[in-house]
């Protein structure tokens, strides 16, 4: 099966249909092909983000979306980087990852 994550009706029924209680969410655009095409990057990394945390709001699931070290951008220490660390991104992709944490 196919589905567009984007489509947030057909999500919303395929999680209701199969009653699925844990959702993965990995879409997004990467750094290169986000930086490409920005408003795609934003409609799929940040407002889809928004879109399945809904889905996963009203049908009870537990929800998971990773972050990345895309987060902090090239100022952060690449060791043993701290908890509280400045994000300063330099792409899209980046940046909406600090949006998702």
Request: charged content about 20%; aromatic content about 4%.
């Amino acid at each position: 099966m196919h589905l567009n994550v984007l489509d947030t009706d057909e999500y919303d029924k395929v999680v209701k249909k199969n009653k699925i209680t844990n959702i993965i969410h990995l879409s997004a655009l990467l750094s290169a092909t986000a930086e490409q095409d920005l408003k795609k990057a934003v409609a799929l990394n940040i407002v889809g983000v928004h879109d399945v945390m809904d889905i996963a709001l009203h049908n009870n699931c537990s929800i998971y979306m990773p972050s990345s070290i895309a987060a902090f951008g090239p100022n952060s220490p690449l060791e043993d980087t701290p908890d509280d660390c400045i994000m300063d991104p330099t792409t899209i992709y980046g940046i909406s990852k600090v949006h998702l944490e």
